[in-house]
């Protein structure tokens, strides 16, 4: 056992950990809560252990990819002698030059560089024109700066180190087999010890950010954590912990070759220019002007990541660096995969990736400080931390001597933060908790004892929107959506509970719902996503939200995408009236409720583009910030990106005044509403594709009516509701579901309200899909009037089916 007086200053890297990630580590988010937490900035490009243990930024190490342009030694001037006509056949036909190569690469290596040296994908011709940059490990006398274990070493503290690439060598090099090695490495006299745990890097690269196999590999990584952490607790008087993600991992939205592109500049390698394809940049170097100047022009209409300019490379701190790390650098967009490159030049892209942006909020890590002996330091902020900080706060924690004050990490009081709304006035929090606390009581008066009382939607998130009224009183901009879990089914004593507490409060709605709590089987959608990962509990059981599986957005359906859209598509018809069209002025509980229906559009439509690209969370503000970083190097349009940008942006901070006008707001959003409509439909609906809205509600129809099964039992159910009952004509059988024949008419009903020419006949398509099996008033008359008819009808459809 260690002497009593014995500390040990943990170095804990958990590769590509997001701040995010937390949600799915509980031990991991319980040291957050108790500790100090910010995010880690990536260094530029992959390059990062100077920086941990040496303090140096990219400018002061020189470099920031592992391979560097330096002909003179590379060490793979072996390949000059193999680059034979047969080196540009096959792939196949290179591997064995390819390894000849390499294993002479690796006989003029030091033993830390031969454990990851390769010559990966670049081209065999190529090779020789390139070395790798770092041969030494930091705990190599002659690794180039002083580090910090050559401190540790001259002080005589014994440190100990189990990281890539020398964790290789292991008998079992996994995250687990590697955890066993320390804890039989360990021993008392230890001081200091850097741990690097690697399986979520590739698991994130190879599955995406967000998906099943992540979420798996991150509970293996909680466990491991906890394992080597309270370890560590037990065996040392005290522990500081340093924990952090490298990197995080951004979603790949497509892929962009460049081939072409280079090979436009109509220049050649090794006597013009040379480049290097890494996964998310371009690195150029120029024989002569002229090729500098070709390569830009060639350049000049790539879209999807740009070529940094002198300010941008002041701004990522690496405009002093080695001439051998690149003259020119194209930085991919994040989500842009540059795709073949030289470490993946053919097969399956991968499914996320970094080396983007660092202060793109997917790609920063985690960052997590524990002081043995403070615990003042629970709940304190320390914004972004750079890499090269690290360093300082290492010596500061070890005790390891400094000829000048080390300077501390900043720390911020912990934030305030509500449980229900982001509105920094305590009274939006207070008139929150009253409504909440209202209808509780009512809940347990109506339907007596209860499990639990469940709140979802964005006031479950802690993101609920609040307005002020003329006297200064706060408002819930939207509805309050609650579950009461309870084993006796008590949705009919709720509905009309909830239509009495929406008035005694003054909202728009109440969704009072029911559930009996047995969750296990409940499929993935983004309803059962967010109350999962949205909601929280105001009365009753506080783990039952445990019992819903733990989903993966990855895996949400192109359905919920196409749903989404619908919903909301009625949800804008549910605030406009055919008076609207006419030119009548809007009421402002008019404007007001419309606002908060455009706001939901614009959201739906960014969250139908997260979905496909596998990224969509239960935050507003984390899908907000995802979707202004992915959105440009997906090629969305400028316009695109302001609508959703400012519908979540509306959500977090309402104001009203962003909708001065409405309907112009929504004469714009219903194009590119409906484009997506037609888009994730072709995605749903497999095989000829729609180009055109009518055909695509057809078949969106036609294939939510092949189940024929599902559609009779669908059918009964809405049958049995006086409400959606009394809207059809006799009821009879029916081929068809009623709930997607509703839904099918919304977007082309919207459609219809801002048709510049033709609209009488598109009326008329929506009347005669509807009166096949609705009783409709006659369609006839100005198109407001006729409009509003068929209007009316088909949201009070849509209530009874949606609410």
């Known amino acids: 056992m260690p002497a009593p007086s014995s500390t040990l200053t943990l170095l804990l890297l958990l590769d590509a950990f997001r701040p995010d990630y937390l949600r799915h580590t509980p031990y991991i988010r319980s040291l957050a809560h108790s500790g100090a937490t910010g ?97 030494r490990a930091p705990w190599d006398k002659r690794v180039g700066f002083e580090s910090l274990f050559a401190l540790l070493d001259q002080q005589g503290i014994p440190w100990h180190q189990s990281s890539w690439p020398e964790t ?125 100047q070709a390569v830009r022009e060639a350049f000049q209409s790539v879209s999807g990541g740009r070529l940094l300019s002198a300010d941008d490379l002041k701004h990522f701190g690496i405009a002093g660096c080695d001439r051998r790390n690149g003259e020119l650098i194209f930085l991919a967009d994040p989500g842009v995969l540059l795709f073949p490159n030289f470490f993946q030049g053919d ?48 010596k500061e924690l070890i005790g390891l001597p400094v000829a000048a004050p080390v300077p501390s990490l900043a720390t911020q009081a912990p934030k305030t933060v509500g449980r229900f709304t982001p509105q920094p006035d305590p009274a939006a929090e207070q008139i929150v908790q009253q409504h909440l606390d209202t209808i509780v009581a009512a809940v347990r008066q109506r339907v007596g004892p209860f499990e639990a009382v469940v709140l979802t939607g964005s006031f479950g998130r802690g993101e609920g929107g609040v307005y002020q009224d003329d006297s200064g009183r706060w408002h819930p901009v939207n509805d309050y959506d609650i579950f009461v879990v309870s084993p006796r089914d008590c949705s009919q004593e709720l509905k009309p509970l909830s239509e009495s507490l929406a008035k005694e409060l003054g909202l728009d709605y109440l969704d009072l719902g029911w559930t009996d709590g047995q969750w296990a089987q409940w499929s993935l959608t983004v309803a059962n996503y967010d109350l999962k990962y949205g909601s929280q509990v105001i009365a009753g059981e506080t ?128 194009t590119h509403l409906e484009a997506a409509v037609v888009t994730n439909i072709n995605r749903l609906c497999h095989g000829v594709t729609s180009h055109d809205l009518p055909d695509a509600m057809q078949r969106y129809l036609a294939t939510m009516s092949e189940d024929a099964g599902r559609v009779v039992a669908d059918n009964a159910y809405f049958l049995s509701q006086p409400g959606f009952r009394n809207l059809l004509h006799a009821p009879a059988p029916t081929p068809v579901s009623l709930r997607h024949l509703v839904y099918s008419a919304l977007p082309q009903l919207l459609a219809t309200a801002f ?27 100005t198109h407001p009037e006729a409009w509003e008819n068929l209007r009316g009808t088909t949201v009070a459809a849509w209530f009874a089916v949606h609410h």
């Not at 006299?189 to 741990?195: I, Q, T």
């Not at 500049?265 to 394809?277: M, N, V």
């Not at 929506?766 to 099996?773: E, G, I, P, V, Y």
Request: hydrophobic share 40%.
């Open 755 to 781: 048709a510049d020419g033709g609209a009488g006949e598109s009326l008329e398509v929506s009347h005669r899909l509807l009166a096949t099996h609705f009783q409709l008033p006659q369609s006839s008359g």
């Open 347 to 394: 097969g399956t892209p991968i499914k996320g990736m970094h080396g983007y942006d660092p202060d793109c909020a997917d790609n920063l890590g985690i960052f997590l400080l524990h002081r043995a002996g403070q615990p003042s330091l629970a709940g304190r902020q320390l914004g972004r931390v750079n890499p090269h900080q690290i360093f300082p706060l290492l």
């Open 168 to 292: 290789n060598r292991l008998p079992d090099p996994s995250d687990a087999g590697i955890v066993g090695h320390v804890l039989k490495s360990l021993r008392p006299e230890h001081r200091f010890a850097y741990v690097h745990l690697q399986e979520l890097d590739g698991t994130g690269h190879a599955h995406g950010p967000n998906s099943r196999e992540l979420q798996a590999r991150l509970a293996q990584t909680d466990a491991l954590c906890r394992q080597l952490i309270e370890y560590a607790r037990q065996n040392y008087a005290a522990v500081n912990l340093v924990l952090f993600g490298d990197h995080g991992m951004v979603n790949v939205t497509r892929t962009l070759d460049l081939t072409e592109v280079i090979l436009g500049a109509k220049l050649r390698f090794g006597s013009d220019f040379a480049y290097f394809l890494d996964s998310t940049m371009v690195r150029f170097w120029f024989y002569h002007r002229r090729a500098g």
């Open 39 to 135: 995010a880690l900035r990536e260094c530029f490009g992959f390059l990062p252990r100077a920086a941990y243990f040496g303090g140096l930024n990219a400018e002061q190490f020189g470099f920031t990819n592992m391979y560097c342009f330096d002909p003179e030694n590379s060490i793979f001037s072996s390949a000059r002698a193999v680059v034979t006509p047969v080196a540009s056949g096959t792939p196949e036909s290179q591997e064995p030059l390819r390894r000849f190569v390499e294993a002479k690469a690796r006989e003029r290596l030091p033993a830390f560089a031969r454990q990851y040296a390769t010559a990966a994908q670049i081209p065999l011709a190529y090779l020789p024109y390139f070395d790798l940059v770092e041969k």
């Open 543 to 670: 783990k039952i939200l445990d019992r819903l599986p733990n989903y993966a957005a990855a895996d949400l359906p192109v359905y919920e995408a196409v749903k989404l859209l619908l919903n909301r598509t009625a949800g804008l018809l549910t605030g406009l009236r055919g008076e609207m069209l006419g030119g009548t002025a809007l009421s402002a509980d008019q404007h007001r409720y419309l606002s908060n229906q455009i706001a939901k559009a614009q959201m739906a439509l960014g969250d139908s583009y997260l979905i496909h690209w596998g990224g969509y969370d239960a935050s507003y503000r984390l899908r907000r910030e995802r979707f202004a970083a992915l959105a440009p190097g997906a090629g969305l349009s400028g316009d695109i990106a302001s609508q959703v940008t400012q519908g979540y942006d509306f959500k977090l901070h309402p104001d009203y005044s962003i909708y001065a006008d409405p309907l112009a707001v929504i004469r714009r959003l219903r």
